[in-house]
């Protein structure tokens, strides 16, 4: 199918120059994907950023504060977990996102930096981006936060951890949730969907890659629905979702299936589909695409957390 020439550009740039992370260790990946980060010469001005650590399960979690430029208050809090393959990124690497998001919505953004695998394999993940949810909502006062306007969210392994962690708090009895955007998630570990055999290479997102994350982080098997949200016996009583999947991505597949399961099984859900993109587009600003999609993004937030249009 034809393709626009700014978004084929992009993402032939992507395939050849991303590390083949396949054949490395969880260390070597972790490093190689450091040393392309670039720092942001003007990052997005925001009304404050701040470093804490939080109590988790098993000892301290780092998170990153953002507040918008606004004294306004109560605001919705969104609690932000990063992709990266479960293996790789950081803070850092979605501070821009993280940035734009709390300016979109007008939310406080705790972006969590939860343990990474092979060294934590699954479920410390989960557990660290549920223990990053409790904190925010007993904290909710310190954040300038409304605890009825919770959200978590997450793209692509983060994705994975935002719908793993909304259906922990249904099944715990809390905190509420009022919302989950899962951005391109990583669903299930089924690697012969239409879109693992149509996109299997040369669109960035590989499958021998998607292969190795899982192996990276779920080495015992992904029976459990904290690590592959598609083992759930029932979608029902999960928060409405926001569910964003890429045409040219072997994820698309997966993540169009949890938005029709999450609609039949009565959760309200908007579902955008962006037939000509590619996995993890939403972080890369320079596209002009992502901006439109960006906007659509703060919009379907917005209207899942009653906040009026500015």
Known sequence: MPIDPEIESMLELLDAGFPRVEQMSGPQARAAIRARLQPSRGPE??????????????????VRIYQPDTSAGPRPVVVFAHGGGFVFCDLDTHDGFCRALSNGVGATVVSVDYRLAPEHPAPAA???VYAALVWSHANCAELKGDPDRLVVAGDSAGGN???AVAMAARD???????????LYPVIDDDFDTDSYRTYAK??????AAMQWYWRQYAPGGADSPLISPARAETLA??????????GRDPLCSEGDGYAARLAADGVPVTHRRYADLFH?????AALSATQSARKQL???????LDIEKR
Do not use: C, K, M, Y
């Open 202 to 207: 040369g669109h960035f997102n590989t499958r």
């Open 126 to 128: 989960a557990l660290d």
């Open 161 to 163: 951890l935002a719908a």
């Open 280 to 284: 993890g587009f939403l972080t890369i």
């Open 298 to 304: 703060w919009e379907d937030l917005r209207t899942i």
């Open 45 to 62: 001005p925001i009304g404050s950023v701040r470093d804490v650590a939080i109590d988790g399960l098993d000892g301290p979690v780092p």
């Open 237 to 246: 009583g999960l928060p409405p979702a926001v569910v964003v999947t890429a």
């Open 172 to 182: 715990r009895g809390g905190p509420p949730v009022a919302g989950q955007a899962l």
